[in-house]
T-cell receptor, first 112, second 113 residues
Framework: DTGVSQDPRHKITKRGQNVTFRCDPI?????LYWYRQTLGQGPEFLTY????????KSRLLSDRFSAERPKGSFSTLEIQRTEQGDSAMYLC??????????FGPGTRLTVT | AQSVTQPDIHITVSEGASLELRCNYS??????LFWYVQSPGQGLQLLLK??????LVQGIKGFEAEFKRSQSSFNLRKPSVHWSDAAEYFC???????????FGRGTSLIVHP
């Protein structure tokens, strides 16, 4: 197992388009997290799953954002009608039953 | 609500010099505390963590951190910095009943040869 992977690594899109990101966690990890990170800031929590259940969502997660983890394995984060303010690094992390999180390399989104 | 303050946005040190990165947290009970490192364009890697017990914790890459309850601090230290340590460092706090950490804004470490 090589760790958490994210795809794509970079995405450039035009304002108003929809984008979808994928995260593949470490296989035995039951928790999966999405964060957003902007320049000069730490990661901000967006949402997290335990197995396939989405247990918590941040107020940052507007109605244009949706996340799924259909079989408790990989997860997708979709942003509809992208805005320039959505430009950021989107990080995925996974964890087992401990509090230690393992991060993927992130997807950098640029909205033009 | 829990919060984390990393008062230094940038720290510059010479290679071989000692390092201390500051982290202060706000949380009512004993928190879980973490330090992560992020290299450019990469995700975060856990350096060390504190849950309970010995207040001086050892991590990877020669880093250590000390939990000081009286000062609400969890400062990261390294006795001799290497050029490869140049990166962004994030402190994070998490309450015992939550699986969601709060991150500080980070400290950028610059290492001069």
């Amino acid at each position: 197992d090589t760790g958490v992977s994210q795809d794509p690594r970079h995405k450039i899109t035009k304002r108003g388009q929809n984008v979808t990101f994928r995260c593949d966690p470490i296989s035995e990890h039951n928790r999966l997290y999405w964060y957003r990170q902007t320049l000069g800031q730490g990661p901000e929590f967006l949402t997290y799953f335990q197995n396939e259940a989405q247990l918590e969502k941040s107020r940052l997660l507007s109605d244009r954002f949706s996340a799924e983890r259909p079989k408790g394995s990989f997860s997708t984060l979709e942003i509809q009608r992208t805005e320039q303010g959505d430009s950021a690094m989107y990080l995925c992390a996974s964890s087992a039953d401990s509090y230690e999180q393992y991060f993927g390399p992130g997807t950098r989104l640029t909205v033009t | 609500a829990q919060s984390v303050t990393q008062p230094d946005i940038h720290i510059t040190v010479s290679e071989g010099a000692s390092l201390e990165l500051r982290c202060n947290y706000s949380y009512g009970a004993t928190p879980y505390l973490f330090w992560y490192v992020q290299s450019p364009g990469q995700g975060l890697q856990l350096l060390l963590k504190y849950f309970s017990g010995d207040t001086l914790v050892q991590g990877i890459k020669g880093f250590e951190a000390e939990f000081k309850r009286s000062q609400s601090s969890f400062n990261l230290r390294k006795p001799s910095v290497h050029w490869s340590d140049a990166a962004e460092y994030f402190c994070a706090v998490q309450s015992g009943g939550s699986y969601i950490p709060t991150f500080g804004r980070g400290t950028s470490l610059i290492v001069h040869p």
